[in-house]
């Protein structure tokens, strides 16, 4: 119950006895302190340094990967943009080649609209001529 008695700040240290604390550190390299303190304190700043060093490499590691992700990225969005321009074009030139050929598909389906008519004329003619035989075999044999 002693301890609740001092008033907040106050600590007891091994070699001065009561000390009060501040809010800043008074820890001094030439100030004898306790050897053992010295020795966990420097621990705990090797530590915590070599924690934040390893904090601060891995969110640089981090920036590095977003770089690295975003330049390719961009050469991979500039290749898809060359090919498509290449797509577009020919897409262009064949749809130019076609539009110089239409005049010509045209007429071949014309032709082939009158060679389907002549075929049906022909076979209509070919019905003809072999009623014509029947016809002509049948007034032969009077």
């Given at each position: 119950?002693?301890?609740?008695?001092?008033?907040?700040?106050?600590?007891?240290?091994?070699?001065?006895?009561?000390?009060?604390?501040?809010?800043?550190?008074?820890?001094?390299?030439?100030?004898?302190?306790?050897?053992?303190?010295?020795?966990?304190?420097?621990?705990?700043?090797?530590?915590?340094?070599?924690?934040?060093?390893g904090?601060?490499?891995a969110?640089?590691?981090?920036?590095?990967?977003?770089?690295?992700?975003?330049?390719?990225?961009?050469?991979?969005?500039?290749?898809?943009?060359q090919?498509?321009?290449?797509?577009?074009?020919?897409?262009?030139?064949?749809?130019?080649?076609?539009?110089?050929?239409?005049?010509?598909?045209?007429?071949?389906?014309?032709?082939?609209?009158?060679?389907?008519?002549?075929?049906?004329?022909?076979?209509?003619?070919?019905?003809?001529?072999?009623?014509?035989?029947?016809?002509?075999?049948?007034?032969?044999?009077?």
């Open positions: 119950m002693a301890d609740e008695a001092e008033p907040e700040g106050v600590t007891d240290s091994p070699k001065k006895g009561p000390t009060l604390s501040t809010s800043t550190s008074s820890f001094e390299a030439l100030d004898p302190h306790d050897p053992n303190l010295s020795r966990l304190a420097t621990t705990m700043f090797q530590k915590t340094a070599d924690y934040l060093f904090e601060l490499t969110t640089q590691e981090d920036y590095r990967l977003l770089e690295s992700m975003n330049q390719a990225t961009i050469a991979k969005y500039s290749d898809m943009k090919i498509s321009g290449n797509v577009s074009r020919t897409i262009t030139e064949l749809n130019e080649k076609y539009m110089s050929l239409q005049p010509y598909l045209d007429q071949i389906d014309q032709i082939e609209s009158s060679v389907n008519k002549l075929e049906q004329a022909a076979y209509k003619l070919d019905a003809y001529s072999k009623r014509l035989e029947t016809k002509f075999k049948s007034l032969e044999k009077r």
